[in-house]
């Protein structure tokens, strides 16, 4: 099913604290041929997007520092050209309907829970990424 779905051209970006769940993530997305930037934490991410210039941003919630609703709150903040814009998915072990309605009015675009379903993600980074290049 995986398969299915041709990534290639897209640029993903993924940011977790947990090496583990990056790089499931990064797998994924590999898999079906996206170029992904792997950053463990928001204040790498926001250094990272200018010059990486993804289509999609996945990122957790939890994380320290940092956490997910700050990320995309700076990152919503900055101008089209700096990423201020770009599609983003809260990848998260938050999984109530609070905690989606919390996702979606911070900004985020999408709501996935983990443990991710890798169709489920690969789909919804495609869709994000399509509206992304139109």
Not at 31 to 44: H, K, L, N, R
Not at 50 to 62: A, E, Q
């Amino acid at each position: 099913m995986l398969h299915t779905i041709d990534l290639k051209g897209v640029n993903v970006i993924v940011v977790d604290d947990e090496a583990d769940a990056i790089a499931l993530v990064k797998r994924i997305m590999e898999d079906c041929g996206a170029t992904v930037e792997a950053c463990t934490s928001g204040v790498q991410c926001l250094a990272r997007l200018p010059s990486f210039r993804p289509d999609v941003l996945i990122t957790d919630i939890g994380m320290p520092d940092m956490d997910g609703y700050t990320l995309i709150g700076k990152l919503r903040a900055t101008t089209r050209e700096r990423g201020g814009q770009t599609p983003a998915i809260a990848l998260t072990a938050f999984a109530r309907s609070e905690d989606r309605r919390q996702a979606m009015l911070a900004g985020f675009d999408v709501h996935v829970a983990k443990p991710v379903e890798p169709g489920e993600l690969v789909a919804v980074v495609s869709r994000l990424a399509r509206r992304n290049t139109k």
